[in-house]
């Protein structure tokens, strides 16, 4: 059963390897120039916190996981061009084709190694990289001698918002806290300030605080300023959380961002932006499928032609095109000018209908 297996997909698994083994080595190598690349900028600060070498090597395994996943897409186009370059200028695409093989049957026999890779980048992009760059964000925080000169950020919770000038100890200490409450989105409660709060046996002790009360029946006039009882802050929100509310930068799996956006855990980012990234990480697998279609044409590179060929060239240019043009729309739904799904459908089914058309009037003229 097994050997008639492998004996009936034995292409399929040919092809499957070259692609994989190609697109692997390509994201590892561009990989370890990112890495490289972003050690560089931040060696300075890594050893003027004297963090040695061990420090320098926590950086680099913290910043892997995001490196790897960003170059993974364009490491699936190069990959792709190199692989199909290779099997056509070696008569390996001819060979298929003259046993009947079209381009859409290439196309559905890459098509599982294809989808396998942009599993891999989802599992990457939703659960492992959103742990390890918070992991460098309160390693960074920890050691960082001057945590005063941080920006000061704010973050909803619920109805509340809450600002904080700055926090140390990897989250477990803030400094310069304000909690604005409110009864509804337009009528004020209460405004709590402290000096500092801190964080110890699963609660937030306050230094300082006070209280400014607000008299409901009367807007905009104020009842009392008086110290906060207990200084005891009832939030549940632990250090972790709030320094990825400090850092809006990390990546957030797709279950944090449903959260966000149903009003359960505190949030900063911006409504559009989660939606957009949710459409965007579950639309993942089409942007590798789409990289796969805009390299075949190169299975049509003259075998005289060989290396000499600007097909490849084109190839490239026109993924990285695709890319821009994903990123434009990107930009525009995460900042509310597009719906999110208006910003993440229509580069899929412009760039699919393109490629195809250029591809149907090539084999025409085979």
């Given amino acids: 059963m097994t050997k008639s297996w492998f004996k009936k997909h034995t292409l399929i698994i040919y092809l499957s390897i070259k692609l994989l083994g190609t697109v692997l080595g390509t994201a590892i190598l561009l990989t370890a120039i990112m890495e490289a690349l972003a050690l560089l900028d931040q060696m300075s600060v890594i050893l003027e916190r004297h963090l040695g070498i061990m420090g320098v090597v926590h950086y680099m395994a913290l910043r892997l996981p995001l490196l790897f996943s960003s170059i993974l897409p364009l490491s699936m186009l190069i990959g792709s061009i190199i692989t199909l370059t290779q099997l056509t200028i070696n008569n390996e695409i001819t060979m298929l084709r003259s046993a009947g093989l079209s381009a859409v049957g290439l196309l559905k026999k890459l098509l599982p190694v294809t989808l396998f890779i942009s599993v891999i980048c989802f599992l990457f992009y939703d659960q492992i990289t959103p742990k390890t760059e918070l992991n460098l964000a309160i390693w960074w925080n920890k050691t960082n ?173 026109c993924g990285l095109l695709f890319i821009i043009f994903q990123e434009v729309l990107r930009a525009l739904g995460k900042a509310g000018t597009l719906p999110a799904p208006v910003a993440i459908i229509p580069s899929f089914i412009i760039f699919l209908f393109a490629t195809s058309t250029i591809i149907l009037m090539i084999e025409e003229k085979q």
């Fill in 145 to 317: 001698p001057t945590p005063e000169k941080g920006k000061s950020f704010y973050f909803y919770q619920k109805l509340d918002i809450i600002n904080v000038d700055y926090i140390a100890y990897g989250g477990n200490k803030i400094s310069g806290l304000t909690v604005i409450k409110r009864h509804d989105l337009s009528h004020l409660r209460s405004i709590l300030t402290a000096d500092s709060a801190t964080y110890q046996d699963h609660q937030w002790i306050l230094s300082n605080a006070k209280i400014l009360e607000i008299n409901p029946s009367i807007p905009l006039k104020f009842k009392k300023l008086t110290a906060y009882p207990d200084n005891i802050w009832p939030i549940e929100i632990t250090p972790r959380t709030l320094v990825e509310l400090s850092s809006p930068t990390i990546p957030q799996s797709i279950q944090s961002m449903f959260s966000q956006l149903s009003n359960v855990h505190p949030f900063r980012t911006p409504t559009n932006n989660l939606k957009t990234s949710i459409w965007e990480r579950f639309f993942l697998p089409f942007t590798f499928v789409i990289m796969l279609v805009i390299a075949v044409p190169v299975t049509y590179i003259p075998p005289r032609a060989g290396f000499k060929s600007w097909l490849p060239i084109y190839c490239l240019g």
